[in-house]
Nanobody, 127 residues
Framework: EVQVVESGGDLVQVGGSLTLSCAAS????????IGWFRQVPGKEREWVSC????????FYADSVKGRFTISSDSADHTVYLQMNDLKPEDTAVYYC????????????????????WGPGTEVTVPS
């Protein structure tokens, strides 16, 4: 079956960096679109970034553009989210999700388009 597991969450000071990992297995990795979302308790889930594994097309929310970089490594079936210049507003539980019907050159910012979700990994940036 498809399995999605995030890792790398930690407590980081303002301005620091952190890399999150998303290991996706159980399906053809190159056919996946993979997204990152984040959520603070009591607030709506927010789309952060996504990538289409086949061609590497990457997209970012305005709030993280220029600070975060998403990448895909087909050798270890892992997508990474490199986060730089972290701010308190980045504090959240980060979720990785997989769209098995990913298309070339586009991935969705809407969670309902994704099929499988990881359990989340927590990032804390104290003010």
């Amino acid at each position: 079956e498809v399995q999605v597991v995030e890792s790398g969450g930690d407590l980081v000071q303002v301005g620091g960096s952190l890399t999150l990992s998303c290991a996706a297995s159980g399906y053809a990795f190159e056919d996946m679109a993979i997204g990152w979302f984040r959520q603070v308790p009591g607030k709506e889930r927010e789309w952060v970034s996504c990538i289409t594994n086949r061609d590497g097309a990457a997209f970012y929310a305005d709030s993280v553009k220029g600070r975060f970089t998403i990448s895909s490594d087909s050798a270890d079936h892992t997508v990474y989210l490199q986060m730089n210049d972290l701010k308190p507003e980045d504090t959240a539980v980060y979720y990785c999700t997989v769209d098995l019907a990913g298309t070339v050159g586009y991935c969705s910012k809407f969670g309902l388009h994704y099929d499988y979700w990881g359990p989340g990994t927590e990032v804390t940036v104290p003010s």
